[in-house]
């Protein structure tokens, strides 16, 4: 069973900076495509972020020199590090699993002064 669990969420204000993680159980974590989503209130999901088995990445418009993802295949970890937040970047952050279609529970982040 695929499990994906994120952390690191939280208030911060504009112009700071947070980590969240995404640890993942029950795949073979190091074959794995992993990707960070958001959707904010009223709005749709979206894709952030992608980083692929090899370790190519690729970022949406909205968050590319701000964002960075990478990852760790000996914690089964993906990692999406985020700096000069605004509050547009607020949203519920979602890791996932892409050749699985498997989704985390989402962390929620906050910026706001």
């Known amino acids: 069973q695929v499990q994906l669990v994120e952390s690191g969420g939280g208030l911060v204000h504009p112009g700071g900076s947070l980590r969240l993680s995404c640890e993942a159980s029950?795949?073979?974590?190091?074959?794995?495509?992993m990707g960070w989503y958001r959707q904010a209130p009223g709005k749709q999901r979206e894709f952030i972020a992608i980083?692929?088995?090899?370790?190519?990445?690729n970022y949406a418009d909205s968050v590319k020199g701000r964002f960075t993802i990478s990852r760790d295949n000996a914690k089964n970890t993906v990692y999406l590090q985020m700096d000069s937040l605004t509050p547009e970047d607020t949203a519920v952050y979602y890791c996932?699993?892409?050749?699985?279609?498997?989704w985390g529970q989402g962390t929620q982040v906050t910026v706001s002064s």
């Open positions: 996932k699993a892409i050749q699985n279609g498997a």
């Open positions: 029950g795949i073979i974590f190091s074959t794995k495509n």
């Open positions: 980083i692929t088995s090899g370790g190519i990445t």
